[in-house]
């Protein structure tokens, strides 16, 4: 695994265009041999790249281990819809996750005690909430190449604890891009943490105004904060709920979260790709979601994750080994013509664009 800084470094090199030195930087320093893969029959006999996690942190499949047609038929009933694959016809991907998975277990682990306590006792820590959060801010590898490993955790679809996690993690990303500063950040990342807190003591269809009420009594949470968990289910076209506030009525934090919580419910579904959530998400841009968060949001959601195979406009077919900051549409694809490696970027080919997702 590579260091942040020796991602930037490759990824400012082939910025400036330099593929020749990039190409012996990358190859040098190495990414493995990962793509991304849907989990079905073609994946039979392949080993995983990164391991997988059930929702309450145990390991259920480690790094190595081989897919036989039982263990993929019970990792799809768990919600896992892709997994990162060792397959050596796809050379050198960076992979990098966005928060170190023992981290990320350990952080579970203190979400799951804090909730449980709400839950039974309708008692919070609201300082355990700011240590979480203060924790992920801290810990986050903010880097274009990172990913959230989304589909190495099996939950089932819905888990409170990973999707609140998810949501924290997306939203602090849009917040970053956004310019706030580490009291912003953290007063977002609270509201993202706590947005669905209103599940685990009232009925589902009333959990943003009783979740909103139950935080309310805290005096160590922000207002701001506060308000994800009322407005996340508001949308910009009035059509939401619980108030059905529209447009500038609803407060920024809200409509971060409410974008965060959209894409998170999609992907763990298991059955989209992330360019596939984005093509949902956007078609609902102005109607459920504000357009300029949205134009925010796809500048840090990187839709072509690497390892992923795709077919460029030229009909060239490779992989995405690495992505361009800001533009996620845009990124490095390795192809192979005639058994020549060469590495398109698509920043620098600007005639060229991602015609098909080949996975
Ligand atoms: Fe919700």
């Known amino acids: 695994m590579l260091m942040p800084c020796a991602l930037n470094l490759i990824h400012s090199i082939l910025k400036v265009g330099s593929s020749r030195i990039a190409r012996f930087f990358y190859e040098y320093m190495g990414g493995s041999f990962v793509r991304l893969a849907v989990l079905n029959d073609k994946v039979i006999g392949k080993k995983l790249e990164m391991p997988i996690f059930s929702s309450e942190g145990t390991t259920i499949l480690s790094k190595g281990s081989v897919l036989t047609e039982k263990i993929i038929a019970r990792l799809r009933q768990m919600g896992v819809g892709t997994v990162y694959i060792n397959d050596e016809n796809y050379e050198e991907v960076l992979i990098q996750e966005i928060l170190d998975t023992s981290f990320r277990l350990k952080t579970i682990k203190i979400l799951k005690q804090l909730f449980e306590q709400v839950k039974k006792k309708k008692d919070l820590d609201p300082y355990v909430v700011k240590e979480i959060v203060t924790g992920i801010l801290d810990n986050m590898a903010v880097s274009e190449n990172s990913i959230i490993s989304f589909n190495n955790i099996g939950s089932n679809g819905m888990d409170i604890c990973n999707h609140s996690l998810n949501v924290t993690i997306l939203s602090t990303l849009l917040g970053i891009s956004r310019g706030y500063n580490y009291s912003q950040l953290s007063d977002l990342g609270v509201g993202a943490l706590l947005h669905d807190i209103g599940k685990l003591i009232a009925d589902d269809k009333f959990h943003p105004e009783e979740g909103f009420k139950f935080l309310r009594e805290y005096r160590e949470l922000s207002a701001t904060s506060n308000i994800c968990a009322y407005s996340h289910h508001e949308n910009v076209d009035g059509t939401g709920y619980p108030r059905k506030i529209k447009g500038d009525q609803i407060y920024d934090y809200a409509k971060i979260v409410s974008l965060c919580n959209e894409y998170d419910l ?61 533009f996620p549409q845009r990124p490095v694809v390795k192809v192979k013509d005639a058994g020549i490696t060469n590495y398109i970027n698509l920043m620098e080919k600007l005639n060229l664009f991602i015609e098909a997702v080949t996975i």
């Open 266 to 326: 999609l992907h763990s579904s298991g059955s989209l790709l992330p360019h596939e959530v984005l093509e949902r998400i956007s078609a609902e841009v102005g109607k459920k979601f504000d357009a300029d968060f949205y134009n925010d949001f796809i500048k840090v959601i990187y839709c072509y994750p690497n390892g992923l195979p795709v077919r460029l406009s030229s009909g060239q077919e490779g992989v995405v080994v690495m992505q361009n900051k800001s």
